[in-house]
């Protein structure tokens, strides 16, 4: 083994100055902790000019592996993320490029095995954010293979991790189409306004139908009822202990787990120490945590395990006339967020919490029972995709971490573990 500092270079970043105009809004992405959210970085936002690059910043070249080194997001979640082009970065990440000996990606994924030793070697600093030492980072171990065996295993991890993010991307796509639907029909009154205005059809006969000709003096469409919370939705209360059953295994939604990319965490009882919320299977989370944050989780249950989640989450399981699919888009909506804003209660902007009794009183859908269905005839489909999608990305990157160090080490061959994955597919 040799190290990290062998076979790379470390380079520091900054951050131009926000008050200058020509600094901002040019045509170099731009990363820091805030953004360093997918593991392929490439055409994102802020972005920065050329005179702000100049000024106060550092250019990573393609290829470079971005690690955020400070900041208090460090305890729940160590950003590692890929270069796909050049792209700008602050003074709390590292850029490490690998040198003319190394393969980038292969260099990428090796440092994605050393997330446990990253973990386990968290730094404070001075004012309680988390660091990692420059020295630490350059001390770490990197296997003697020669470039083409990288090469080689470097692309076999990359391909996994690119079907991960086009998953991601899918689902994105996903639920806006579901979101979009949700605000036309129960937001916006889009066919009830289009009928108003003498606009053509744009719906299927049937379903156009099913939307009224006028709206009512309160502005809503005639005939639809106005829905409080507890009417379309079960607050499912209760605690779980699983330090109580210590060899059970939990699929944990947990605040940090979410905003890494919306995957429970899969833990033994033994290592959850605090008291935990049941969570129902087909449930939604809604996060009472300072609601201007959009933590809405869809769950889905995999075999062999229990749920539970943070407590700062809510479950609730759809009842009377909605599905799961409309209890969702509405969670997610920005007008529902909007309004959850409004009634949150504390002074610490980090513990804004909404009172759950408050929430059930509130008047929260106007529909009708056939639209009702009809809304979960479209927006089903659409998001049992968005979970399959979530099972494939969980399989491809517990395959990968399982056969990554595997193929480092040489224990098994790359054409041995190719067959293996097209076996459990």
Request: glycine letters at 8%.
């Amino acid at each position: 083994m040799s190290t990290l500092e062998q076979a790379a270079e470390f380079l520091s970043g900054g951050t131009p100055k926000k008050g200058v105009p020509e600094y901002w809004d040019g045509d170099i992405p731009w990363y820091s902790a805030s953004n360093m959210d997918r593991r392929f970085l490439c055409d994102g936002e802020p972005k920065i000019t050329k005179a702000g690059l100049e000024a106060g910043s550092r250019l990573a070249p393609q290829g470079a592996t971005l690690l955020l080194v400070r900041g208090s997001g460090l305890f729940n979640r160590i950003p590692i993320c890929f270069a796909d082009q050049p792209v700008a970065f602050n003074q709390d990440v590292k850029a490490i490029c690998a040198k003319p000996h190394v393969d980038p990606t292969f260099l990428h994924f090796w440092i994605e095995l050393l997330r446990k030793d990253l973990t386990d070697n968290i730094g404070v600093t001075g004012i309680g954010a988390g660091k990692f030492d420059t020295d630490f980072l350059k001390g770490l171990p990197f296997p003697d293979l020669i470039k083409k065996e990288q090469e080689k295993i470097g692309l076999y991890a990359s391909s996994f991790d690119r079907r991960i993010d086009l998953n991601r991307q899918m689902n994105n796509t996903l639920e806006m189409m579901a979101r979009a639907i949700f605000k036309d029909w129960f937001i916006d009154f889009g066919p009830t306004r289009a009928k108003l205005e003498g606009r053509e059809p744009y719906l299927d006969p049937k379903l156009w139908s099913l939307f009224p000709e006028r709206l009512d003096h309160e502005g809503k469409p005639e005939g639809w009822k106005v829905l409080r919370l507890d009417q379309i939705a079960e607050h499912c209360k209760g605690t779980a202990s699983p330090a109580s059953e210590p060899d059970r295994i939990y699929e944990h939604y947990s605040l940090p787990a979410f905003d890494n990319g919306q995957e429970p965490v899969v833990d033994l009882g033994a290592s959850i120490k605090s008291n935990k919320t049941p969570v129902p299977e087909g449930a939604i989370l809604l996060s009472k945590l300072n609601p201007e944050i959009k933590r809405v989780w869809l769950t889905h249950k995999s075999s062999g395990t229990e749920q539970i989640a943070s407590t700062e989450f809510l479950a609730f399981k759809p009842k009377g006339p909605v599905s799961r699919s409309l209890l969702f888009c509405l969670f997610s909506d920005p007008f529902f967020r909007q309004t959850l804003q409004g009634m949150v209660t504390g002074t610490s902007k980090s513990h804004q919490r909404v009172s759950p009794p408050a929430l059930m009183a509130l008047d929260v859908i106007v529909g009708d029972d056939q639209l009702f269905e009809a809304f979960e005839e479209k927006a089903s489909p659409l998001l049992e995709r968005v979970l399959a999608n979530r099972v494939e990305t969980r399989f491809l990157a517990q395959t990968r971490v399982m056969l990554l160090p595997k193929l480092i080490s040489g224990e098994i061959s790359l054409k041995v573990t190719e067959q293996q994955v097209v076996e459990a597919t």
